[in-house]
């Protein structure tokens, strides 16, 4: 519960951990220079790995100079206060000579993955349209509406086979998947959630995330990334939508053709299923955000 309640403040993981390290107290806080840190200006990257979720943060290299200390000292200050804070939700490394590396947890990521399932994240949010967008390529936009289908496919049956159940929002108003069928056929879902099983089986008896296949993991940074891209202003540069949407649309087509959800799977490990069919929810809703908010298309049930 507390890491519901903690990840339903904050859409994307990125604005988490700026709100985590702008809370630290230290003898910074009434110098001007924080006020990098209060406007979240300062250094956060999400790192390119593909096992965990990991973040980067130069906030003790900006502070360095003017506070006259060793980035190595105001690190280890801010690592030690945000540890003692914060350790259940990622764990802290210092690397020379001052980045702070942050790796969120497994049930914090089981959290967020679950509020983007079920829609708490991105049900019914006004994004706002990029206008005047200009498909480089039409080709990526087919491979972006074909994983949308195949997300939704997939929903279908495993909802017509009882793995889930799901239900629609339209307008504010929650509708059964059944009643909804004849228009399902016809048209774009408003918005789908997975109802059961509540909460989705993400994590393991130990704590663990079910999903450690390698294509799961890199699924799970893309999803991690865009959502970032979508609620978090970029520095120096403006987001890619095409490219953002053609990558996690081909980490979709990769985790489909590694990781069954059917057969003995579904048989055998029936919450591995489950959990598999949470992430092909979390990753139809961004899908299909993209598709209508940031490239201006239709986001279709099938192909």
Not at 13 to 27: E, G, N
Not at 132 to 141: D, R, Y
Not at 152 to 160: E, K, P, V, Y
Request: aromatic share 8%; hydrophobic share 45%; charged share 20%.
């Amino acid at each position: 519960m507390h890491f519901q309640l903690l990840v339903s403040k904050y859409t994307a993981t990125k604005q988490l951990i700026y709100s985590r390290i702008i809370k630290f107290p230290s003898v910074y806080t009434c110098q001007p220079e924080m006020l990098c840190i209060k406007d979240r200006k300062f250094p956060l990257y999400k790192a390119r790995d593909a096992k965990r979720i990991l973040y980067i943060s130069g906030i003790a290299l900006r502070l360095e100079k003017s506070q006259n200390q060793q980035a190595l000292i105001i690190a280890n200050e801010i690592a030690s206060d945000l540890s003692a804070t914060c350790g259940d939700v990622f764990s802290i490394q210092i690397v020379p000579p001052g980045w702070i590396h942050l790796e969120l947890t497994h049930p914090i990521l089981a959290a967020w993955l679950q509020n983007l399932a079920v829609g708490s994240l991105l049900g019914g949010r006004d994004q706002g349209r990029t206008n005047n967008l200009t498909i480089k390529n039409p080709q990526h936009l087919f491979t972006v509406q074909y994983a949308h289908a195949r997300c939704c496919s997939l929903l279908q049956q495993a909802h017509r086979e009882e793995l889930i159940k799901l239900k629609e929002v339209l307008s504010g108003t929650e509708i059964s998947f059944e009643q909804q069928q004849p228009l399902l056929s016809i048209s774009e879902p408003a918005f789908w959630s997975i109802c059961l099983p509540q909460p989705i089986p993400w994590l393991s008896s130990d704590a663990k995330l079910r999903l450690n296949h390698p294509a799961e993991s890199r699924l799970i940074g893309e999803l991690v990334q865009v959502v970032d891209d979508l609620e978090c202003k970029t520095f120096g540069s403006a987001v890619n939508w095409e490219k953002a949407a053609l990558d996690l649309s081909q980490a979709f087509e990769n985790f489909w053709s590694e990781c069954r959800i059917w057969g003995k799977i579904k048989i055998t490990s029936p919450l591995l299923a489950q959990a598999r069919l949470g992430l092909v929810m979390a990753t139809q809703s961004v899908l299909r955000l993209l598709l209508k908010d940031k490239l201006g298309v239709f986001a279709p049930l099938e192909l």
